[in-house]
């Protein structure tokens, strides 16, 4: 999750705001002012419900903010880095360096966030019946009765048991400690979140067709969303442990043709490109260090004016950290952006490149860990 807006650091974590919590700002700010506080206090004027109603909005930002806080912080006294926290559309991401040591502490911070939600609803809730005996105008008590409440719901679903919520890494937690197999608690999150997705979506698609409420059309978007996280963390678990233990050396795509930077593009095509066998080459410096990649798709595109342009000029450039040493390991791969022509690394030794790797190795490399788990001979029962 990308931080737009940075708001600070809070504990030395940098937390910030993506750009669609604006959205839901504005959304929560309408809902209050134009629906919750008028029914809870007719008669006002318009100005004190949107008074009353931006200071409620901020305070559910906060208390967005108090859930992913609470992740945060027992991940750090479990002896997890954080890395920074962003709120945005549907709750927040607190991003952590590495994954829990054990089960207890996997479950210990992924219990701590609904927890916090529910202990403010539970404090609004009291706050809003206090003031209320207290005489307190009733567009305050429904504003602070409203967040206690959504609080509540937020503390709710987060608990549904399916990764990628707060209640399927619980889930993920409880059978890796009955099992002491991760994998298999990993597993059993990422299916029942797909699951539970379905069912949300197929809900919202039946609310919206067979009850004419557009309300259906939010499950449905939740309910996509679920499924489509839940199979992406799938993925990436898989990917994770098929390349556990591989070096890159072991599925690099080994002595590739580069194009060396300062060579006429016209020549590269001519001599190179296109009789090779490659559709991605790495670019090379005068040091020949790699510098950048160039895909046939965009040499393709050269207009024949343009032979004569150096290759660099229409190479994409290799950020730093896209350089890989052999024996680095296959795991710092995953989760990598892929550069032009799906390259995820440059593969150097003595200063010069020994190989690449693109997605399609990395895919490789889970069909493969596949085969070999279905091949392994099965002990007789
Ligand atoms: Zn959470």
Redo the contacts with the bound molecule.
């Keep these: 999750m990308k931080q737009s807006l940075r708001l600070g650091r809070v504990a030395g974590i940098p937390v910030g705001i993506n750009w669609s919590v604006l959205v839901i700002l504005v959304l929560i700010t309408d809902i209050v002012a134009g629906n919750v506080l008028p029914r809870a206090d007719a008669g006002r004027s318009t100005t004190l419900y949107w008074a009353i109603a931006i200071p409620t909005a901020v305070l559910f930002l906060a208390s967005l903010l108090a859930?992913?806080g609470?992740?945060a912080a027992i991940a750090r006294r479990r002896g997890l880095g954080v890395r920074s926290i962003t709120l945005w559309m549907l709750?927040?991401v607190?991003q952590l360096d590495g994954e829990p040591p054990n089960a207890r502490a996997d479950f210990a911070i992924?219990a701590?966030?609904?927890l916090t939600?529910l202990v403010i609803g539970g404090v609004l809730l009291g706050g809003a019946q206090a003031a209320a005996s207290l005489g307190t105008p009733a567009a305050i008590v429904a504003a602070l009765a409203w967040t206690g409440a959504t609080n509540v719901f937020l503390a709710v679903f987060?608990l549904l048991p399916g990764a990628p919520?707060?209640g399927g890494r619980i889930l993920r937690a409880l059978v890796w400690m009955r099992s002491g197999d991760r994998a298999r608690g990993d597993r059993a999150a990422t299916g029942t979140g797909q699951i539970m997705g379905a069912a949300l979506a197929g809900g919202g698609i039946a609310e919206l067709i067979f009850l004419g409420q557009t309300g259906g059309l939010w499950l449905m978007l939740i309910g996509w969303f679920l499924v489509w996280a839940a199979g992406s963390e799938a993925k990436a678990r898989a990917v994770q442990e098929a390349a556990a233990g591989v070096r890159i050396r072991d599925l690099m795509v080994p002595e590739p043709e580069c194009a060396t930077a300062w060579r006429p593009v016209g020549e590269f095509i001519a001599t190179v490109a296109a009789r090779s066998r490659q559709s991605v080459f790495p670019v090379t410096g005068f040091d020949g260090l790699p510098c950048g990649v160039v895909t046939l798709a965009r040499l393709s595109r050269v207009p024949p004016a343009r032979a004569g342009d150096r290759v660099d000029s229409v190479a994409t450039a290799l950020p730093p950290d896209y350089a890989a040493a052999p024996d680095d390991p296959a795991s710092s791969l995953v989760g990598r952006i892929p550069l032009a022509g799906a390259l995820l690394a440059a593969v150097v030794a003595d200063r010069r490149v020994v190989g690449m790797v693109t997605t399609d190795d990395l895919g490789r490399l889970v069909q493969q860990s596949l085969l070999r788990a279905r091949s392994t001979p099965s002990p007789v029962e």
């Design positions: 859930h992913e609470a992740h709750g927040g607190a992924a701590a966030g609904p939600s987060n919520l707060d």
